[in-house]
């Protein structure tokens, strides 16, 4: 039988436990393992080295700010209700149908009936409970308001991901017109620009042209010879703008950038 590599979280500890596991298929693997106790995270085939991967479960991409409020709003509605915290997580665990929510949701569930708190079990999910979500939910645990306080939580939620969502939809327009008035300009300075150059080096007879002819020329010619390197750099233009969007210093310096910013 083949050899799979894993990594699970344990649902007693919550800690991540990794080894190796014989199976007649990926699927008896990962069966096995929730058999233990153990969310599987990653599974992989092969004996020593990570080879092929089967698995990959992702515990922060399964929650958007959207469903992130969801929860919340659900949550809040169960504990208000009178519905003991465990209860109310194995049912949203039950209810959830996506996979990687649902692993997220009832890791905490476990956490909890193995003795710890809310907000120390949301804490290991650190990519979906910022820590503005910890800090309420550790001072609504300290209060004994949890419930009112995961309702203000997903109020507050709810009204980001609608201001979210009118910004991305005021935004659709401009980003359609700059694309097209892109792709217009570079048509133009491949296909147009180079029929102009020869228009004027036969009107000028061998007399400069003015300077910012000049460049239109070069970008011009640019695109036309070194296309793959033009495109190359716009890529990583783009690729530093959205890494530079996911730092605090990328925010402030975005924020500055004339007109755009």
Known sequence: MPLYNYAAIDSASG???SGVLES???GGAAAALKAQGLYPVRLTEGGGIEQR??????????FNSKALALFTRRL?????AGLPLVRGLDLLTRQEPQEARRAVIASLAETIRSGGTLSSAMARHPRIFDRLYLGMVRAAEAGGVLGAVLDRMAQHLEKSARTSSRVKAAMTYPAVIMTASAGIVAALMVLIVPKFEKIFAGLLKGAPLPEMTRIVLKLSRALQTDWPTVLMGLA???????WLRRTRAGDWLVLRVPVAG
């Open 15 to 17: 800690r991540e436990k």
């Open 53 to 62: 991967p089967i698995l990959r479960m992702s515990f922060g991409g399964g």
């Open 236 to 242: 990583l233009l783009s690729a530093a703008v959205t």
């Open 76 to 80: 809040a509605a169960l504990v208000n």
């Open 24 to 26: 007649t298929s990926a």
